[in-house]
């Protein structure tokens, strides 16, 4: 009886082809700030996150919740919602100075 794996099974995501290890680290440690869009139930979310001593800081952040604010009347979700935010986020990254 073997005490050990005969095979090393790789990674979750990397066997389903969601993530390119390789490719993540070249991101996170070129110090570039990078676009997360998250679509949850209600809203959409976009956030330009930076990552520091191998932590996440959040740096502009735009929610569909806003929109409401600015006179929006549809709903949160959809299409042309995700794109306002994807703007209001561009906006705030300029004035941030992240390109």
Not at 72 to 87: D, E, I
């Amino acid at each position: 009886m073997k005490n050990f794996k005969s095979r090393t099974v790789p990674f979750r995501r990397r066997r389903e082809g969601r993530t390119d290890y390789k490719q993540r680290l070249r991101l996170l440690s070129s110090g570039k700030a990078r676009l997360v869009v998250r679509i949850t139930g209600k809203n959409a979310l976009a956030q330009a996150v930076v990552s520091e001593h191998g932590q996440d800081k959040v740096v502009v952040s735009a929610h569909s919740r806003e929109l409401i604010g600015m006179g929006w009347q549809q709903g949160r979700k959809n299409l042309p919602a995700a794109y306002l935010v994807g703007r209001l986020a561009a906006k705030r990254c300029g004035a941030a100075g992240i390109t």
